[in-house]
């Protein structure tokens, strides 16, 4: 799809990206306003910032029945992936919304849908990714997936449960209903900063 603001790329817009955790209940979800020129393997990068994740496991886009995932020397099924390093955001949006899927750890299998909609010029002023909103913190790495995290929270809130105390101290201070904001903003911060460095690199090397 062709940039509706700026370059081709979309080097000078960006767009609003609703993230869902699925099946959640409460919902658990947030919103980030990106640069479409992010990478897809970037893309993923904010997922894991916003939900509190730390980037350990296999994970892969859908987009129209087409895959993207990490470059790692393979397909990992029966259906090829893209690179996601090579695939920008600007290439695979459609007009006016664009529903993305996310799966995260093929263990747990967090499935995340993305929205993506507002695409618009950048406002020069602001640094993006810029963290819009939310509501609940994600679930805690290598809890057993959706199943396991409802046990995780049940076991939590009821200081008579068999496991509350080892789980208490396996997930220590967790609050299911806080979103570290700040934190979130700190780690979008850096993933920015080492943007403008990449970019401020291949801008030197293009004039050389």
């Known amino acids: 799809m062709a940039s509706a603001a700026g370059s081709s790329d979309g080097s000078?817009?960006?767009?609003?990206?609703?993230?869902?955790?699925?099946?959640?209940?409460?919902?658990?979800w947030r919103e980030v306003e990106?640069?479409?020129?992010?990478?897809?393997?970037?893309?993923?990068?904010?997922?894991?910032?916003?939900?509190?994740?730390?980037?350990?496991?296999?994970?892969e886009f859908t987009i129209d029945r087409q895959q993207y995932g990490p470059s790692l020397g393979?397909?990992?099924?029966?259906t090829p992936r893209r690179s996601a390093d090579k695939v920008r955001l600007a290439e695979v949006l459609k007009p006016r919304r664009t529903r993305i899927d996310y799966l995260y750890d093929f263990g747990d299998s967090w499935d995340v849908r993305l929205t993506v909609s507002k695409v618009r010029a950048g406002d020069p002023a602001l640094i993006y990714p810029r963290h819009v909103g939310g509501e609940r913190n994600g679930p805690p790495e290598d809890c057993g997936g959706l199943p396991g995290f409802y046990y995780l929270l049940e076991a939590l809130a009821d200081p008579k449960h068999e496991e509350h105390a080892e789980l208490s101290?396996?997930?220590g201070a967790y609050d299911p209903e806080a979103i570290d904001v700040e934190l979130i903003e700190a780690g979008l911060k850096r993933l920015a900063k080492r943007r403008r460095t990449a970019t401020a690199r291949a801008s030197r090397k293009a004039a050389d």
């Open 12 to 28: 000078d817009e960006i767009a609003t990206v609703r993230i869902d955790l699925l099946d959640t209940d409460p919902p658990i």
């Open 34 to 59: 990106v640069p479409t020129a992010l990478t897809l393997k970037a893309l993923h990068q904010v997922i894991q910032v916003e939900m509190g994740w730390f980037d350990q496991h296999l994970w």
């Open 74 to 78: 393979g397909d990992w099924g029966l």
């Open 169 to 171: 101290e396996w997930i």
